[in-house]
């Protein structure tokens, strides 16, 4: 049974979601463009996986062109997969934490510009939340070949919350230009503009 919860902003009583009741899946996006991008990224997902207590699937990794500042080095971008009962606003806080442990200030830092790492939480279930803290799914998802590409290494058939696509047709649909490469298999694909 698909279960959809909708929380409005600034109204988040209607529904508490308790630790330990279920376990839901949880997609994150992960990039860096600063100093070793894959190290960077590898450390990450060591520390999702100790923070969070889970095994965790990882998607291969990409090489996107910088996107809105493009002014700064390519990302090296990736997607991760794991089971939690957490709460989405607890997730989020423990993956804010791990930024910051890894040099993350994004107090400082120019918005959409260079960073060691960013983890961003795409998507927690088909739960549908709009906070002052937190939307989900991520609210600009749809519109980022250089997250749906590895999103969909991982879940190219799961439906987006929302949107009523899959992953994999989202990136079909994707009007964003940007290159992205997957790594290790060498190749660019370009992006599609929409008809």
């Known amino acids: 049974m698909n279960v959809v919860l909708f929380l409005l902003r600034g109204y988040l009583g209607a529904v508490t979601l308790r630790a ?12 860096s463009n600063l100093g070793d991008r894959e190290a960077r990224i590898r450390a990450a997902v060591e520390a999702v996986q100790s ?6 699937r990882l998607s291969s990794l990409y090489e996107t062109q910088a996107r809105i500042v493009t002014d700064q080095p390519a990302f090296l971008n990736a997607a991760a997969h794991f089971r939690s009962s957490l709460a989405p606003t607890r997730i989020l806080g423990r993956l804010l934490e791990i930024e910051i ?3 993350r200030d994004r107090v400082s830092s120019m918005d959409k510009g260079p960073r060691r790492i960013d983890l961003d939480l795409l998507m927690v279930g088909q739960l549908v939340l709009d906070s002052e803290t937190l939307v989900l799914p991520h609210p600009e998802m749809a519109s980022r070949r250089f997250v749906l590409a590895p999103l969909a290494d991982l879940a190219a058939d799961v439906e987006v ?3 009523g696509l899959t992953v994999r047709e989202l990136l ?6 940007g290159w992205v490469r997957r790594v290790n298999e060498g190749r660019t694909v370009q992006g599609r503009r929409c008809t």
């Open 101 to 103: 442990e890894q040099g």
């Open 20 to 31: 330990g009741s279920m376990l839901t899946d949880v997609y994150i996006g992960i990039g």
């Open 172 to 177: 079909a649909r994707c009007a964003d230009d």
């Open 51 to 56: 923070r969070f207590g889970v095994p965790l």
């Open 161 to 163: 919350p929302l949107l």
